[in-house]
């Protein structure tokens, strides 16, 4: 049966085959990979490390469903959903804006937020965009091994209109500042890539010091362009080398092995390129460092080719001739001790929680003149006349973090400012309960010589439903970060060189608009002591049996009636209640009563106490006595 | 609340009277507890002070109820260079004080220097000293309500100093404050071994890479107390003001050195360093207590108290009331538990609640001390700012056993120190959640045992069960003796409960009193004003009585056993009062009730027993006057004085009671609204009821 089956077959492979092989020929696009990495020591001793792979693959049409280089997991993603645009990234740790710089693409690109965050752009109708949305974050859920899942829910995304720095209504963004990053999100994003992390420059990715890092962020962005799909894939490290600290203040010297424990040992035989550079920023003497050994640093490799920039110097080392025998280990050696600063953004941003108790609170949001920008309000960037700075800021409210948006105040250089001077243009979507996030995009106009802007706004703390705190004790819930970023502003590193074969360079080239990422916040919301629900049921339980038990007795006892049903039964008292009577009579030495005869209540109540007394003394009784004669044995 | 119930069920049931029905065992057991009233609440009230005096036998030991935190179990990473940071800048900071002389700042920029060479963000804080106004309208508002200062002057003011290190993967949501205050003008040599500690951890802790909060060690200025510069530094941290602040023209700092802030705390510990340990060991005293009775959760103390006994080697204790260590009556007290223990064993051997003489004199103490506290409601340290902010804080107070002078050991000492503080910091750094696993109500007998809330609060519910029982039989008794034509339904408990409201509403007068005396104008001694407030609260007394119709002591229209309604009504409204103070501040609420239970339970009219001439009578006049006598507030006061130790004043006492009241309403105890809304009320109905004529 299988051989027949096989036989039927067989032209059509041969078909198949045949047909490929014409698509091929007739088309000059091919499928492209290329893969780099870009070192850069940072000025608070730490060195960063920026892996980007580049994948390109011609439009689909043209291979039908089939790639060489390109994985198939996410061409089908962007057929099955018709994804224009997405980029997903994995982040741990945080991008220090003031030591590890602000404004250049490195840091605008890859200073994410912690956790995942999502967001992409569907070439869907609009109505159809949410749904979109849903099935991709389990598609992508499944794909990277971790909880993207949880954005499918509307009330954890948003569609950002103009605040996110892309117009488009086709737009979904969502984080999740809670997820954790680990070795499981790696490597499913590491088999994307042709060589895996075999061969080539992915070889250099040993988990442990990977992870030892100070942050860590991980990256894809698809993108459809003229010429096709476009993945880009990059993983920013920084990374402390271990030095000995010689007392004289140097900057750490490092390479490669001593940052990574490994060695290139060849190019990834599938990339087009594969290039490592390196990027010193902040040299003494720019000009003279052409040289391989010069009185500032050494090192270790013969860079192929040397680039200036305004204020950096990038050395590019190819690896094609790297070899097992030998293996690229680049080195830099440091002699004399410099200092330098990054390149700030505009503004600084930071965000915090204000107020106390678990009713209500503030969030504010601020915004601190950082040493560029005082640079920066010399040029002229005026607008009417006025130097002015265009700031954006994009805010997602979970919805139990209810936002009275009338609260808004902004204060420029700590003087309340009316919220037309500064604010241009505002648009707020309130949240709704369990439904939907709220999500408020502001665009601020502020004077170029300004020191600090405050913007503050109230909300109410909600209150969750049982079932929707996570199942352990909880430190609180999160407020996504606040992006803000600088439509004036872009980043770009300035080469006078055509680049177009160097994928990272080019991407660097390009402008890239300047934002950074406010802290996650964490909101203390009331939580129910759950790990003693016994408490809780028994107080229930006995609130209820109290209330429930004295109302049905008022709804449901008629005194009359019973009564006479006393009465009644008053004549027959049974013989043991009679002997009891008796016995007690004799106890009390009083003759006995006849229960007609006895004319107050109070008298009764205390016979019949006497009785209950000696009923408890005698189970007490019996109680110790068993308790005494069973201990003993 | 159920008593109260069963008593109205047994009113409508006497009130059908018919005798031979016959009510349901619940209704019975009602009857029987009032009718038998005199005996219970006898009983009730001795088994109350006997289960108080039990207590320090029912203590149990602590236990680290958080697996997370799993304190001590991994090694400490303080090396010895890290210990000679300490030094080093305890050394330039007493170098620098040497040196220079003034008021400037210089000693806090060295510190900031220092933070900021171990890697850390420094931000400087400028407050104001902040007098306490009292507002009666403020009391049970935030913590943020006081921050309209009025007139700023460049004169005095504090500087604070924090330095902020980012855990290096971290997410920043969370941190850890670690206070040491330090008086940068007048602090001893003493107080500067605090800093010492707290660097040499600092300086550790910006190269672990284990955090996973983020560390804020605040030097608080301590010119102007211990309290005021860590409250100034939390609402600042939490309520900051974005307008231009007065206190930023008079300028002695770089302006930008702006605030820092790292996410919301988790918990805090405050460091002192104070005296030479008059033990062989160092000690260690844990304060806990924040404002009205609040707590810290036992979790915290547990790790402090097992690093430091079990790890360093610290001796550990904590507040205790040390006149009751030599009192005889305790010893003997405990003598006699001893004793009980001892033939409960012979009869069980598993029977073991027989504690030692000695310890249970300990434990007494540490608990008298403990519910003394708690009931003042005035925090104990520092840490008391953070409870504002729901944030679990202890000060931890360290005697070393060496004169300052000993460099020797004071390596030592910063290693043991900050080793103690670096295992407690990792412990609650490892936990994922908010301290919620182990107690906050709770009082200690000693550092490792406690007495949770459901041991210590049948001390207080037997004491206050009598009063419903007593109300009921009396409220019987008024009504019933007097005229038989008139049954329980009539209103006649009206008038009393008017009388009742009417002192009531007195009390709350004479609680907002002090404000209006504060507004006198001119310099008045605390012992005038006490003067001025007595005769104040007096005559507004004597308004109450002459404009109140059926208030006076005087009118015609009361006569007869109505003084027992009366004694009914204001019963009911101790027992209202004393379990609303239960909720708000149990110590209080404990206190109050050993005061105000046995007051309202014996007080009669002592005309009748004076006039009766029998032993009896008069021994049961003598004894209630002496109770009204004690539960007077004043008396109370100055009982509590003499109780820990501090001398008698006889003139004195007014005023040194204005300033005790003074405090407590500063700090917003609730105490204070205890004492002025239900303790003086009752107290004045008993007075009232004494004099009674009948």
Redesign the interface.
């Known amino acids: 049966m299988s051989k027949l089956v096989l036989t039927r077959w067989i032209p059509f492979l041969i078909l198949q085959s045949f047909l490929l092989a014409i698509a091929f020929g007739s088309n000059e696009v091919e499928e492209e990979f290329s893969e780099s990495l870009l070192l850069k020591p940072l000025p608070d001793r730490k060195v960063l490390a920026h892996f980007h792979f580049e994948n390109r693959a011609p439009p689909s049409n043209s291979h039908g469903r089939h790639h060489h280089l390109f994985p198939k997991a996410i061409s089908q993603l962007v057929q099955k959903f018709r994804v224009k645009e997405m980029e997903l990234s994995f982040t741990q740790g945080r991008w220090n804006h003031e030591h590890w710089g602000g404004s250049d693409t490195l840091s605008s690109m890859n200073a994410k937020p912690v956790g995942v965050e999502l967001w992409a752009v569907f070439d869907v109708p609009r109505s159809e965009v949410d749904t979109s949305w849903k099935n991709l974050t389990h598609a992508l859920s499944g794909l990277f091994c971790a909880s993207i899942n949880f954005l499918e829910s509307s009330t954890s995304y948003a569609a950002p209109t103009w605040g996110f720095g892309r117009s488009s209504d086709k737009l979904r963004y969502g984080s999740l500042p809670r997820e954790a990053v680990c070795t499981e999100n790696l490597t499913p994003w590491l088999k994307l890539l042709p060589c895996r992390d075999k061969d080539g420059i992915s070889a250099l990715m040993n988990r442990p010091s990977v992870y030892r890092g100070f942050y860590h962020s991980q990256r894809l962005h698809l993108s459809m362009v003229h010429s096709g799909m476009l993945l880009e894939q990059s993983l920013t490290v920084v990374l402390q080398p271990d030095t000995v600290y010689d007392g004289k203040d140097l900057q750490p010297s490092w390479s490669l092995s001593s940052l990574f424990g490994r060695k290139v040992v060849g190019k990834c035989v599938l990339a087009k390129s594969s290039n490592v550079y390196l990027q010193m920023e902040g040299l003494a003497h720019p000009e003279a460092h052409t040289l391989l050994k010069n009185e500032e640093f050494e090192l270790s490799t013969q860079p192929d080719r040397t680039l200036r920039e305004s204020s950096s110097v990038l050395f590019i080392f190819n690896i094609d001739k790297s070899s097992d025998s030998q293996p690229f280990d680049l080195g830099l050696t440091w002699k004399l001790t410099s200092k330098w600063s990054c390149k700030q953004a505009p503004l600084h941003a930071s965000r915090f929680l204000m107020g106390s108790g678990n009713e209500r609170g503030a969030i504010a949001i601020l915004l601190k003149a950082t040493e560029s920008q005082e640079k920066l309000s010399g040029r002229d960037l005026t607008n009417g006349g006025r130097c002015t700075i265009k700031a954006n800021v994009f805010q997602i409210f979970p919805w139990y973090v209810k936002v009275y948006y009338h609260t808004l105040q902004i204060f420029v250089d700590q003087q309340q400012n009316t919220s037309s001077e500064v604010l241009k243009k505002i648009n707020v979507s309130p949240s709704a309960d369990k439904m939907s996030s709220g999500m408020m995009e502001m665009m601020l106009e502020l004077p170029c010589e300004v020191k600090s802007v405050a913007i503050s706004i109230e909300y109410d703390k909600g209150f969750l439903h049982i079932d929707e705190y996570p199942p352990d004790a909880n430190q609180g819930f999160d407020i996504p970060s606040a992006l803000i970023s600088f439509p004036d502003h872009h980043a770009s590193l300035d080469f006078k060189e055509e680049l177009s074969k160097l994928p990272l360079l080019s991407k660097f080239k390009e402008k890239s608009l300047v934002r950074s990422y406010t802290e996650v916040l964490l909101v203390p919301l009331t939580t129910p002591d759950f790990s003693m629900p016994y408490n809780v049921i028994t107080i229930t339980c006995t609130v209820f049996a109290l209330y429930f038990g004295s109302l049905l007795n008022a709804l449901r006892r008629r005194i009359g009636e019973e009564e006479r049903f006393l009465k009644s039964k008053g004549k027959k008292t049974g013989g043991l209640k009679q002997l009891l009577s008796r016995f007690t009579a004799k106890i009390r030495g009083r003759p006995v009563e006849s229960p007609p005869s006895e004319p107050t209540a109070a008298a009764q109540s205390s016979v019949l106490s006497s009785k209950l007394l000696f009923k408890i003394i005698l189970v007490a009784g019996v109680a110790a006595a068993w308790q005494y004669f069973s201990t003993d044995k | 609340m159920?008593t109260e119930?069963q008593d109205k069920e047994e009113e409508v049931?006497?009130d059908?009277g018919?005798?031979?029905?016959?009510?349901r065992?619940i209704v019975?057991?009602g009857?029987?507890l009032i009718?038998h009233s005199p005996v219970f609440s006898v009983v009730f009230s001795a088994a109350g002070v006997m289960a108080l005096l039990l207590l320090p036998l029912l203590a149990k030991n602590t236990y680290i109820s958080e697996n997370a935190l799993m304190p001590g179990s991994a090694r400490s990473m303080l090396s010895h260079r890290d210990v000679s940071d300490g030094s080093k800048l305890v050394n330039d900071v007493k170098n620098f004080r040497l040196n220079h002389e003034g008021q400037g700042v210089e000693v806090q920029r060295l510190i900031g220097n220092y933070m900021l060479d171990m890697g850390a963000e420094v931000s400087y804080q400028k407050f104001q000293p902040e007098g306490n106004h009292f507002h009666p309208l403020h009391f049970f508002s935030?913590?943020?309500s006081f921050t309209n200062l009025g007139n700023v002057s460049c004169a005095s003011y504090g500087v604070n100093v924090a330095g902020i290190i980012?855990a290096?993967?971290?997410?920043?949501?969370?941190s850890i404050v670690l206070v040491t205050p330090y008086d940068f003008i007048n602090g001893g040599d003493y107080e500067a071994l605090s800093l010492g500690i707290a660097s040499s951890l600092f300086s550790l802790l910006a190269r672990v890479?284990w955090l996973s909060k983020d560390i804020i060690w605040l030097v608080a200025d301590s010119r102007y107390g211990d309290y005021r510069p860590v409250a100034a530094w939390l609402t600042e941290y939490?309520?900051?003001s974005?307008?231009?602040?007065d206190l930023s023209k008079c300028d002695e700092l770089n302006p930008s050195d702006?605030f820092r802030?790292a996410?919301?705390v988790?918990a805090a510990l405050v460091v002192k360093v104070d005296g030479r340990s008059e033990r062989f060991e160092d000690t260690l005293s844990i304060y806990a207590e924040a404002s009205n009775g609040q707590m810290p959760n036992l979790d915290l103390i547990n790790v402090v108290n097992y690093l430091a006994v079990h790890r360093q080697g610290f001796y550990v204790k904590v507040e205790k009331v040390v006149s009751l260590l030599s009192s005889s009556w305790l010893k003997t007290v405990g003598e006699i538990f001893e004793a009980v223990g001892k033939v409960a064993r012979t009869?069980?051997p598993?029977w073991k609640f027989g504690i030692p003489a000695a310890d249970y004199l300990e434990g007494s103490a540490t608990l008298a001390s403990s519910l003394y506290s708690q009931a003042l409601g005035i925090p104990t340290g520092p840490h008391g700012a953070f409870r504002?902010?729901?944030v679990d804080a202890i000060t931890l107070k360290v005697s070393p056993r060496f004169p300052p002078d000993n460099k020797g050991r004071q390596h030592e000492f910063f290693l043991r120190g900050a080793q103690l503080l670096e295992g407690t910091i990792r412990s609650v750094n490892n936990?994922?959640?908010?301290f919620?696993?182990s107690f906050f109500l709770y009082l200690l007998t000693s550092p490792g045992k406690f007495i949770s809330v459901g041991v210590y609060m049948i001390a207080f519910a037997l004491l206050v069960a009598p009063l419903p029982m007593v109300a009921a039989s009396l409220y019987i008794d008024g009504c019933t003796t007097q005229n038989p034509a008139e049954n329980l339904k009539s209103w006649k408990w009206l008038d009393a409960a008017k009388q009742v409201f009417a002192l009531h509403l007195l009390g709350f007068i004479v609680t907002l009193l002090p404000y209006f005396i504060c507004q006198v104008p001119g310099e008045q001694s605390p012992t005038n004003r006490s003067f001025i407030w007595a005769a104040t609260s007096s005559s507004l007394l004597l308004i109450t009585f002459v404009t109140v119709p059926g208030c006076s002591p005087f009118s015609s229209r009361l006569h007869g056993a109505n003084w027992a309604v009366l004694k009914s009504v204001t019963i009911s409204a101790a027992f209202i009062g004393l379990c609303l103070m239960s909720i708000i501040n149990f110590a209080t609420a404990e206190i109050g009730a050993l005061l105000l239970v046995p007051m309202c339970l014996m007080v009669r009219p002592i005309k009748p027993d004076l006039r009766s001439r029998r032993v009896k009578s008069l021994l049961r006049a003598l004894c209630s006057m002496v109770l009204v006598t004690n539960g007077f507030p004043v008396m109370f006061f100055a009982i509590s004085k003499g109780l820990i130790g501090e001398g008698l004043v006889g003139l004195g006492l007014g005023g040194e009671f204005w300033t005790w009241l003074e405090s407590l309403w500063a700090w917003k105890s609730a105490t204070y609204l205890y004492i002025g809304m239900v303790h003086l009320p009752c107290w004045l109905l008993c007075l009232y009821i004494l004099f009674h004529p009948s």
């Open positions: 159920a119930k049931k006497t059908d018919s005798p031979k029905i016959k009510p065992p019975q057991l009857i029987f009718s935030g913590p943020a980012r290096p993967r971290g997410d920043g949501k969370e890479t939490h309520t900051p974005f307008e231009v602040s702006s802030r996410g919301t988790a009869l069980n598993d504002d902010y729901q936990l994922l959640e908010k919620h696993q």
